[in-house]
């Protein structure tokens, strides 16, 4: 482990390099996929869930997924950082101009790695959720893998400035709650969790499917189905989630305050064992 | 006018370049917007409505539109490439990692000059249409802009390989006839031509605006509404268009079969002169 190398270091294909090619398929049509891990102490702890989600995206792309490979590299990385963020992107390669995917096209891995976020201490206390406009569109064949056509992601962030909301919250076409800008919603309703189902649109978050393996594990029910704003309202504990941030409590949204309840806490610390 | 650059020649904020950051929003989000246009003898005759189109975007994604500068950097490629095709790129700009814009992005543009494709020369008179499975996804804040996020138009793209078919129809969510992959679509139905509404999904092709001004200077009937499939199938002409392809009649989906009307010969026409 080390922490001599400046952030952010970049890889292209296994080499130092700072620029890909212009005729990269990623920037042509936002053709391929990513992955946001966190470092700690050199390790990469939610490795196998983050590869299985990459999996997923690669069989629904038809990307060739160089398990070994990216497996090394990343944690070469992590290696390296230490203590940070490790982001890999995995395009379809170069190719030329038009949609067909070509025959013969060599993926591109560009790994990055970064400094971990440096996010205010209290907001493992409790954050606010600005309510964005911005809805996602259904689209069942892309749902749940985290491709690179993120540009609703970008204006759902884009509505807020105030630094006192930390997360937005997004709903989809009929205005059902799918899930934070960048993290994924749980929601007690009465007395049991519940997380939008994700199979029309959302990305699959790693820490949302690392607490619902927990919960698996520990008996508790919970329900992977629509999640209304009603139900929302009506939830006692509300909490975001993903794999830099952990779980952070959902205290205020819009007129709705909530407490930070002990199901909260209980899963926040499990969140948080994942680095220790 | 010079026909003696290699293709592709690329270039990076009007430098000769090949490569861009790996820290490029277009690559990390597709955050950007791109433009394909035919140049004619070192001319770009539908340069303005591109322009419009690219502003629109701009306005949309609230990338800053350097009008000037595009427009001549493109008239400069043109002017090295002849007859063939520019295609410009329009990010965001490098970022730090996360959706929320940069305030002090710098967008990068990418120019790049292809050869004309080299489409069978009996495409103007027919083609065959494959029908996709690939469903549009309804986002009305980024319908009608040319922006990078493709990912649809790939998997639709990739659902046929036989060349007979020429162009993929694509539906919406509802099974509604939205546009091809690559083109938009005109269904003469009852007399009347009519072209999908492109308010929900779909991309606003340059061509299709100029034909519909030519449709209007000439006191021609038309509906940009709602087209069934059922309509398109009770259609006596159809075609779909492109600025780089112009109109191509469609003679066959599935078990339907059109003849090649003149009223398609006339809008052909009218097509082809733009780059006389």
Redesign the interface.
């Known amino acids: 482990m080390s922490h001599s190398i400046p952030v952010?270091t970049?890889w292209?294909n296994g080499q130092l390099?700072?620029?890909?090619?212009?005729?990269?398929?990623?920037?042509?049509?936002?053709?391929g996929l990513?992955e946001?891990l966190r470092a700690s102490q050199g390790r990469l702890p939610l490795l196998e869930l983050h590869l299985k989600r990459l999996q997923r995206g690669c069989d629904v792309?038809?990307i060739p997924f160089r398990r070994q490979l990216i497996e090394e590299e990343l944690g070469s990385a992590a290696n390296a950082i230490g203590d940070g963020?490790v982001?890999l992107?995995l395009?379809r390669g170069s190719g030329q101009?038009?949609?067909?995917?070509p025959a013969d096209a060599q993926p591109t891995r560009?790994i990055?790695v970064?400094p971990l976020?440096e996010y205010p201490a209290d907001r493992r206390d409790g954050v606010q959720l600005y309510c964005c406009a911005?809805?996602l569109?259904?689209?069942p064949?892309?749902a749940g893998i985290k491709?690179?056509?993120?540009?609703?992601?970008?204006?759902?962030?884009?509505e807020w400035q105030d630094p006192a909301f930390a997360e937005g919250l997004v709903c989809d076409?009929q205005g059902r709650v799918v899930e934070g800008?960048?993290s994924n919603l749980f929601a007690r309703v009465a007395g049991e969790w519940v997380t939008p189902d994700l199979s029309r649109c959302g990305v699959q978050g790693v820490m949302r499917d690392y607490l619902l393996a927990r919960m698996l594990e520990r008996g508790q029910r919970f329900t992977v189905g629509a999640l209304t704003l009603d139900a929302l309202h009506q939830a006692d504990q509300v909490f975001c989630c993903n794999s830099l941030i952990g779980v952070w409590p959902v205290i205020r949204l819009g007129d709705r305050a909530w407490q930070v309840g002990s199901e909260t806490r209980l899963l926040q610390s499990l969140a948080e064992q994942v680095y220790l």
């Open positions: 952010a970049t292209v390099a700072d620029h890909l090619p212009v005729t990269d398929r990623g920037l042509a049509y936002g053709d990513f946001t792309l038809r963020v982001k992107t395009t101009r038009g949609y067909a995917m560009v990055a970064f976020p911005t809805r569109s259904d689209q064949l892309l491709h690179l056509n993120r540009l609703e992601q970008v204006l759902a962030r884009s076409q800008t960048m």
